[in-house]
């Protein structure tokens, strides 16, 4: 099957709750995306309530969720936070940890050694039994129990590079907070009949097809990058795929020339076209899920004002699902800074409405 890429575009816009803002709560659009970046609390509650017809950025509506156990909220995805619904974060944490990329003398060499890992995944299980506790005391308690002194200071990095390896193998994730400090907790103490991890490869025939169902068509490489940087084993990542298609849960597709997968049950709904102008806040995982990297949703000359310095990804304005422009605000005053020539009169008026309401407060356009 031949498929555009702005079909492409429109499939995605449609699975991912941005064309009809069909979305209804936080951990469906959560379980639809595969997880929602978090990295910014507010970029997250914006990701969620534009996907939504009233929804707002402090409806406390994730918090809500996850103080229910229904969220988590712990490093997955590229080695960022992220709200994952409950019962798909085991599966997609189990393929995290199955690349152990702690395993590699270059992370040991910068971060900690096999054997001071293996010390701290023993002593987060005792420290973490039945206890939520801020990073102060984790930090305190792990190196207590593990006899590492030397790994206070990677411990309490605010970047959490020794951290994440324990949260991809589910052994602890970030807890309620505590006014406004950070708390970790186990998931079972969180998350009701927190099953574990299950085989990597298992976890893969439902992410997979979970990642194709909003993110797709894509390659097996981007699928990769996606997840964790590329970092899957190759032979592992073809068998996932290969594996797949061999039971008939996807099918192969060509778009502009590529092969791509799609869930085989997905095929028909990929003539329809895309939507046009949308306005999607910092982070969105509508672009994330692709990358900026991608040229058919970032034009290669303008991807350095979409993915900024130190990882920012700036708020989007879409055309038929390709970025064609970054906007912010500024107090009640929405600005746009389209790539090519200004936008058409009355062409935002509706985004601009749909963002007071995120936002709460009325913005006037500029730009």
Same mark, same amino acid.
């Given at each position: ?11 995605? =816009?449609?699975?991912?709750?941005? &064309? =009809? ?20 609390? %507010? ?22 969720? =996850?103080? &229910? ?16 619904? &409950? ?69 309490? %990095?605010?970047?959490?590079?020794? =951290? ?84 008939? &849960? ?9 092969? !791509? ?45 979409? %993915? ?24 009640? !005053? ?34």
């Amino acid at each position: 099957m031949n498929v555009t890429a702005g079909q492409v575009r429109a499939f995605r =816009l449609r699975r991912q709750h941005v &064309a =009809l803002r069909d979305g209804t709560d936080p951990t469906a659009i959560a379980r639809r995306l595969v997880g929602v970046q978090a990295q910014v609390p %507010s970029a997250a509650a914006q990701a969620v309530a534009v996907r939504t017809a009233d929804g707002t950025a402090d409806d406390g509506a994730a918090d809500a969720a =996850l103080a &229910a156990g229904a969220l988590v909220r712990t490093w997955s995805l590229r080695g960022t936070l992220h709200l994952l619904a &409950a019962d798909q974060a085991p599966a997609v944490l189990a393929l995290l940890a199955a690349a152990r990329t702690w395993d590699r003398a270059s992370w040991q060499r910068e971060f900690a050694t096999a054997a001071q890992m293996a010390a701290l995944e023993a002593a987060v299980a005792e420290v973490l039994a039945d206890a939520v506790l801020t990073r102060e005391e984790l930090v305190a308690a792990l190196v207590t129990h593990s006899r590492e002194e030397g790994l206070a200071g990677a411990l309490g %990095s605010g970047w959490g590079a020794v =951290l994440k390896p324990l949260a991809w193998q589910g052994l602890l994730c970030h807890g309620p907070p505590a006014g406004s400090r950070v708390t970790f907790a186990h998931p079972r103490t969180l998350v009701p009949d927190w099953p574990g991890l299950p085989d990597p490869d298992e976890a893969a025939r439902e992410v997979v097809p979970a990642f194709l169902a909003a993110h797709g068509p894509a390659t097996a490489t981007a699928f990769d990058a996606w997840l964790l940087r590329g970092a899957t084993p190759k032979k592992r990542l073809r068998t996932w795929f290969a594996d797949l298609v061999a039971d008939g &849960a996807l099918a192969e597709v060509t778009v502009e020339g590529e092969t !791509r997968y799609a869930r085989a049950e997905d095929v028909d709904e990929l003539g329809a076209e895309a939507p046009g102008l949308r306005l999607l806040g910092p982070f969105d995982p509508y672009v994330l899920g692709a990358g900026t990297g991608d040229p058919d949703l970032v034009a290669t000359a303008h991807r350095g004002e979409v %993915s900024r310095a130190a990882g920012w990804i700036a708020p989007v304005v879409l055309d038929a699902g390709r970025v064609v422009g970054t906007w912010r605000t500024d107090d009640d !005053r929405l600005e746009v800074t389209p790539f090519g020539g200004p936008l058409p009169d009355g062409a935002l008026d509706e985004e601009r409405a749909v963002w007071s309401r995120i936002l709460g407060r009325p913005l006037t356009l500029r730009g």
